[in-house]
């Protein structure tokens, strides 16, 4: 009388043992766009006026709650409105946030190219320069519109317009350097 006995199976699947996980494996440079790349990755793509809508493959749900944009380089911009980051939207695709961008190899591009890229790198700095000088020229412009009624500066006044000149040259720094 054999009562009833606890096998148990073990996890033995030496069929799936091979079995890699080779999506990650990241692909050879081909010609395709980010948005090529990406699209067909994902479920529910509509087109809208200014790019694509699809549904979020990382955090599931019907709606098509990722946006994404084709900036004018190609570039995507990826944004899931229930709240993933950008990295896990990828990731549940087999995707790297590398392969937003375009990979354009700094060798190929023209001069005027390169010199492009190297300037849309430095806007923001430079954007961030100009809100320096306007907002420091106007303390300028106030202390010399004092000075200018016979009106002395006081020692806080003095100080602020020193700090202002400090600022106003580490902007200019920026703005000159090429
Ligand atoms: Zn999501």
Do not use: Y
Not at 34 to 57: F, M, N, Y
Not at 118 to 134: C, E, G, N
Request: glycine letters at 8%; a positive charge.
């Amino acid at each position: 009388m054999n009562g009833p006995q606890i096998r148990r199976t073990p996890a033995c699947k030496a069929g799936v043992r091979n079995r890699t996980h080779s999506t990650s494996a990241t692909n050879p440079i081909t010609a395709a766009s980010p948005a090529q790349q990406l699209l067909p990755r994902l479920e529910g793509v509509i087109t809208t006026g200014k790019g694509w809508r699809a549904r979020c493959p990382a955090h599931g749900g019907k709606s098509a709650s990722v946006a994404i944009t084709e900036g004018d380089n190609g570039t995507l911009l990826l944004h899931c409105f229930a709240g993933c980051q950008v990295h896990d939207v990828l990731a549940a695709v087999g995707l790297q946030v590398g392969d937003l961008f375009v990979r354009r190899d700094l060798r190929s591009m023209t001069p005027s190219e390169r010199s492009q890229l190297r300037q849309t790198a430095l806007l923001p700095r430079w954007k961030a320069a100009i809100d320096v000088l306007v907002t420091e020229a106007s303390v300028v412009l106030i202390g010399a519109s004092h000075l200018g009624d016979g009106e002395p500066l006081d020692d806080t006044d003095l100080v602020r317009l020193r700090v202002a000149a400090l600022r106003i040259f580490d902007a200019q720094e920026v703005l000159s350097a090429r």
